[in-house]
Every structure is written in C-alpha cells, then in structure tokens.
C-alpha cells in the first residue's frame, strides 16, 4: 500500500511539473531569409507541447546543420505563467560563387566557376551550376528541395554535361582519351529521423570515349559508346556537433551503385558493361581542446562485375583523394583510402578565419584483372604527408561532409 501511495504522489507531481513546462509559444531571432514556417515545420518542439531540453537541443543541432543557418542557440523566457522558447539563429551567407583551378591531365590549366544558392526561396532550397575548362568545356545545373513534400522527404534533379581527357591504364600502356558524359538523374531525398538520411536515384547516362593520340596501343579501342541507366541509394548516418569551424562527431555514408549497359557499338559491352559498385566513407571529428580539431575520413570502394576493364570506376588523383599523388596517375576496381588532418585555428577575428593544417593521406589500389589481395600486398600502396592552411569565412555555408 505504501508504494502503490508513493506512485500516485510520484505521477500528482511529474503531472503538475510537466504543466508548469508547457511551451506556450515559440519565438525566433535573427531570421532575415529563412522563413520561419519553414524552421516551424522543421524543428520537433510545437507550441502548447510540454518543454523537453533533449528534444530542444537535436532541434539546435538540426538546424545548425542546414546550409541557411551558420549557428543557433535557445533560451526560454518565463511570461507570467508562460514559458516562451526562443531560438536564436545566425545565417549563413548561401549565394556562393566559387572558383577552382588545377592542373589538367595534359598539363594545361584548367579552371571551374560556379555560383550556388543554398537557401533559395526561405526554405533551404538548392540551385546553381558550374562551368568548367579542363581541356574541353563542361557544364552542369542542379535543383534540390529536401522538404518539399514534407520534413522527411524532397526531391532533387540535375544534368551534366562533362569532357574531360582521361587517362586509361593498359597492359602495354597509358594512352588518353576525350571522356564525354552526358547525365540526367532524378532522386528522392529522405530524412528518417535527427541522425539517419538516405537518397534513391536513377539517371540515364550517354558516354562516350575517344582515342586522342596518333599512336594506339595494339588491340585496344579508338572509341567507345554507350548508353547507361545507373541506379544509385546513398545512406547516410549523421552524428555531428557543429560551432561554426569545429565539428565533433561521427558521419558514414554508404553509396552503392549498380550501372545497367543498354546499348553501345561494339566492343562497349566489354568494356563498358553493367556492373556493382559499393562505396562507405567513415568520417571523425574530434576538436581538440579550444583551438584544435582532427578530421579522419576512411573509404572503403570495390566494384563487382567489371574486374577486368581498364576503364575502371575509381581513380586515384590527389584531387579527390590522395593529396600530392598527381592527376589521374592510376584507376581500380576496388580501393581502401584513409586521409586524416589535423588543424589548428591560429587567426579568428570576427567572421574570419585562419586555420593551419598538417595532413597525411595513404590509400592502396587493385588494378583491373588483379585480386583483392593487391590492396594488402603493398604493391600499390600510396602514402603523401603535407601541410597547408584555410581562410574560412564562418557565415558562409560550406560542405561539411568532407574533410
């Protein structure tokens, strides 16, 4: 009977202080372009619901990861018998032109513009596209709304129309070729819960490959056509805390692929046919202390199905993942790649920053026709230390699954 009484007093009390918490409004500070519907239908405390400090606090982190928002923050305020939420919210500047030079594969300089709104019309919207000159001329346009149909799911569409000179590896040699890919996709955008995202996508590729050269390698191809659906899934598990330039947390992103062979002149189909590929980026933050964070992404990627053609999925450029290597110096059909950096914030003033950075990259490769024991054997093993240095603007939105 006495415990059956303190139960009762137990739930009489919780009840009370759970009406004494109710969150009779909310209110929000600092919007200038984002709508406030937008950060209403987004965030999971509601007015008249009662105050739950977990559930407020995952609602600051969401919104400190979209791309309008650079940071954010709450209070509560007590109105007599009200309590009032605020959500304090610093933008981002979202409307980023950007620029990027390099070396092309030949050896001449290449260049790409490109100008980007993250947060088009209030609610977080995508649009932009690039030009690019790297030995030929490239394009592409991109739309994205992950919200448009509710908090959980949206859509995105692009085309792409890409030329580049590319090396491919034979036995006898390398020899280069004019890469063409004409690509249209479509995807759906879901959001399971605060730490769980995922993406279905189908797109209908034309791509072509061209000799460049007066010398051919003996029984290798001058050209290759062929038209392509390829079928793409992204998960992608999210664990982040986010102050501006430091991060801490936890991303793993799993990206499979499966690319169907439609219809080519031959001899695309044995070299340009249907295969599996499979892709995981491991990525960690940890900030070190007040000024100091250390950034480690592994990737593991194989193929299925295309063991044995030079034209294989991965390259090896210190572009996309190997600092220092080269450009384009080796392809694969499977890839461990393991790149970790430490940086260290020696200027901050205001919206600026200066960041120094010590990294080294390491990663090992099977080439086409060889076993998955040549990414342990050490025979194509890559290893590249260095060091350089960040400007960062903190109210400008940035991509922030890579490192």
């Excluded at 009032?84 to 260049?111: C, K, M, Q």
């Excluded at 202390?289 to 991965?314: C, H, M, T």
């Excluded at 450029?317 to 940086?343: K, W």
């Amino acid at each position: 009977m006495k415990k059956i009484i303190i139960i009762f007093i137990f739930l009489i009390s919780t009840n009370l202080l759970a009406q004494d918490n109710i969150v009779s409004e909310l209110r929000f500070t600092g919007l200038k372009r984002t709508k406030e519907s937008f950060i209403e239908r987004l965030i999971k405390t509601k007015a008249n619901s009662v105050y739950d400090s977990v559930l407020v606090a995952e609602d600051i982190e969401r919104l400190k990861r979209l791309p309008g928002i650079a940071s954010a923050s709450y209070s509560v305020e007590k109105n007599g018998e009200s309590t009032v939420l605020v959500y304090n919210i610093v933008e981002n500047f979202t409307i980023i032109p950007g620029l990027r030079i390099a070396t092309a594969n030949d050896g001449s300089f290449a260049y790409r513009i490109s100008v980007f709104e993250f947060n088009l019309f209030g609610n977080n919207q995508l649009f932009g596209g690039f030009y690019e000159k790297n030995v030929f001329d490239s394009f592409g346009l991109f739309w994205e709304h992950p919200f448009l149909f509710s908090d959980k799911l949206g859509i995105g569409l692009n085309y792409q129309d890409r030329t580049t000179e590319e090396p491919v590896f034979f036995t006898l040699g390398e020899k280069d070729y004019r890469f063409n890919s004409r690509n249209a996709e479509a995807k759906l955008l879901f959001s399971f819960d605060f730490k769980n995202e995922a993406e279905l996508g189908a797109s209908f590729v034309k791509e072509s490959y061209l000799f460049e050269g007066e010398d051919p390698i003996p029984n290798t191809p001058l050209s290759l056509e062929a038209d392509k659906l390829i079928y793409r899934a992204v998960y992608r598990y999210v664990d982040l805390d986010i102050d501006y330039q430091y991060f801490d947390g936890i991303i793993s992103e799993f990206t499979g692929q499966y690319v169907q062979f439609l219809d080519g002149e031959a001899p695309a189909a044995d070299f340009l046919g249907s295969f599996l590929s499979l892709r995981n980026d491991f990525i960690y933050y940890k900030k070190v202390k007040s000024r100091g964070n250390w950034a480690s992404r592994l990737r593991l990627a194989g193929s299925i199905g295309n063991e044995d053609s030079p034209f294989a999925p991965f390259a090896l450029d210190n572009q996309l993942n190997i600092r220092g290597v080269g450009n384009t110096v080796d392809r694969g059909t499977a890839a461990i790649v393991l790149n970790t950096e430490y940086r260290h914030t020696l200027y901050e003033k205001g919206w600026f920053v200066v960041q120094g950075n010590a990294f080294v990259d390491a990663g090992s490769w099977r080439n086409p026709g060889e076993e998955f024991s040549q990414l342990f054997n050490g025979s194509s093993t890559r290893l590249y230390p260095g060091l350089g240095f960040r400007l960062i603007h903190k109210k400008i939105f940035k991509c922030r699954v890579q490192i």
